[in-house]
């Protein structure tokens, strides 16, 4: 039997489907199955699947990415699943660090990988996602060069853009949540391991190549900021104790009023309130995680992390704007010359 599931959530990526799929037949490790997850596309993705055989489960509507790699989780009969976005191309060794680095210990619950820009591959992706204090989740590294995301280290939460994860611990601490349909599902099923005890890893020597937003589109569009606005709601709800949520609130809100001031900038704001609205009302319908005194270590802990998250993100935050500042002096003196 094979050890992993190469779960591919897809909605109308018909262009991506060929080059990502070609990636996996290179793979110097090939202890896998590959699982396509059609969400109800539009497209010719179903015609493209069955014309090529590639094994899939086709889902009549779509039901988000939570919905559909959920579908390929409960189908999957493996020790281990990888989730791979479509708009990826892994890189020959990444299957075999992914599972190297997975079973150096029963208690990793994912191990995230090197994820660089597919065509700008001097720069990073993400390094693992990271969380704050102020209730901001966040692609660590992103931008940055990307030999500086050389070494193996503790994350806050694999990207499950193209993240391996330990099968039978989704049965302990549940699936990924569909009400968040999309946008910080990976976070909050990240978050829920590191309350059980679990950990999440970052694998440098596991690569693969990113486009982005490729099936939503742009950075920031008003499904997108919508979406992310309400899940940051339901994200702190579920996973933090009331003691530990009232403790969190000043940083939390101060957080809130920052992203409103900078999608107000961008034309974003009423996107953004309307999900903060939507998550406020609706955030009882969620599963809060259950408080145990016997987690209370591993909450702390989180604690911890929140704030070192925070740090980490204003540092991130200064380093790029001193780059835009040092290209846009260069360009300035170029053009003076």
Known sequence: ?????????????????????????RQTCQ????????????????????????????LPENTGFSGAVNA?????????????????????DYVKELLGAMERSPRIFSVSPKMIQLHNPALMD???????????????????????????????????????????????????????????EDIDVGYRAKIAGYYNRYCPQAVVRHVGSGTSGSRYNSFKVRLAARNSIYLNYKNMPFPQLAANSLPILLGMAGKYLYFRKIGFARDYLAGLWEGIT????????????????????????????????????????????????????????
């Open 126 to 184: 993400d390094a693992g996602d990271m969380y704050s204090l102020m209730g901001w989740a966040y692609q660590r590294g992103v931008g940055q060069e990307a030999g500086r995301y050389s070494r193996p280290c503790h994350i806050f939460s694999a990207c499950a853009g193209a993240a391996i994860y330990r099968r039978a611990l989704f049965q302990e601490i549940g699936l990924f949540d569909e009400m968040h349909f999309a946008y910080l």
């Open 31 to 58: 202890d896998f199955q590959i699982l396509v997850v059609d969400n109800g596309s539009t497209d010719q993705s179903r015609q493209w699947l069955k014309e090529h055989q590639v094994p899939a489960i086709l």
């Open 1 to 25: 039997m094979k050890k992993i599931t190469i779960i591919i959530p897809n909605y109308n990526g018909v262009r991506f489907l060929g080059p990502c799929l070609a990636a996996l037949k």
């Open 72 to 92: 390929g989780i409960r189908r999957a009969d493996t020790p281990y699943v990888i989730l791979l976005n479509n708009d990826t191309e892994a890189e020959p």
């Open 282 to 337: 609706t955030a009882r319908r969620t599963k809060k995680v259950p408080y145990k005194p016997e987690n209370l270590v591993n909450y702390l802990a989180i604690e911890w992390e929140l704030i070192y998250g925070a740090a980490l993100y204003i540092y991130e935050f200064t380093r790029r704007q001193i780059k835009k500042y040092d290209s846009s002096y260069c360009s300035l003196g170029t053009s003076e010359k």
